[in-house]
């Protein structure tokens, strides 16, 4: 495992072992390639909530429909992200700006700074989820908080239901899982390598990355 600089000091992404990409790079390419999403949108459209079909005003059989939704909410996002990330480094904005909310509803963000502690996973980091541009959103992103203007990406999908416990999704070998299982698959993951290489705060993390590792 390895992290990944995408736009220090502001933004980061786990390398998972054995994956050519970084986290970010990879749900970038997944949700943006028409053959995944087909798969994805033909595999589960049953599974597709009835809030989503209402507010999007599409119909579960619109498999196009819902590709040209999910891949234009990532690139309007990646957009939105590099353009807040560019600006916290020139110091035009602070943070975020609400971007990332807290995963689960138990969880807060400690303010001034950021970051924190999940009670729902037993862990010494925070969690969060960054909805896609659009409104409903079809894409999320997971990362763990350091502080408002630092996060590091652990993963990223679809969600086509209210919870992610019933939320289908795909693992790396494209056999069907939920959203749920795989957060929580890499957010153990994660916070070991993090506890183990000293790194629980914004600064730590920098530190980590100043000792010779890798910049997107």
């Known amino acids: 495992m ?42 589960f459209k049953e599974e597709i909530s009835q809030y989503i079909v209402d507010e999007l005003g599409y119909e579960r059989d619109d498999i196009e429909d819902y590709v040209v939704e999910a891949n234009d909410q990532i690139i309007d996002l990646r957009d939105e992200l590099k353009r807040i990330s560019n600006e916290i480094r020139l110091g ?78 795909f693992d790396d070998k494209m ?3 939920t959203l749920e299982s795989e957060l929580r698959k890499r957010l153990y993951k994660v916070c070991e390598f993090l506890k183990e290489n000293s790194i629980v705060d914004r600064q730590s993390l920098l530190d980590y990355m100043e000792e010779d590792h890798e910049e997107d």
């Not at 992290?3 to 943006?32: C, D, F, K, M």
């Not at 659009?134 to 209210?162: N, Q, T, W």
């Open 2 to 43: 390895e992290i990944i600089g995408i736009y220090p000091p502001a933004l980061y992404a786990v390398r998972y072992s054995g994956e050519a990409l970084n986290i970010y790079r990879l749900t970038i390419r997944n949700l943006t390639d028409d053959e995944y999403l087909i798969k994805f949108f033909t595999s």
């Open 92 to 169: 035009i904005c602070q943070d975020f700006g609400g971007y990332f909310q807290p995963h689960s509803s138990i969880d807060i963000s400690i303010p001034p700074e950021g970051g924190g502690a999940s009670v729902k996973y037993g862990v010494d980091y925070l969690p969060v989820k960054c909805y896609g541009i659009g409104h409903p959103s079809l894409v999320r992103l997971y990362a763990i908080e350091f502080s408002y203007d630092c996060y590091l990406i652990i993963y990223g999908g679809i969600k086509i239901k209210r919870s992610t416990n019933d939320c289908p999704a």
């Open 175 to 177: 056999s069907v899982t």
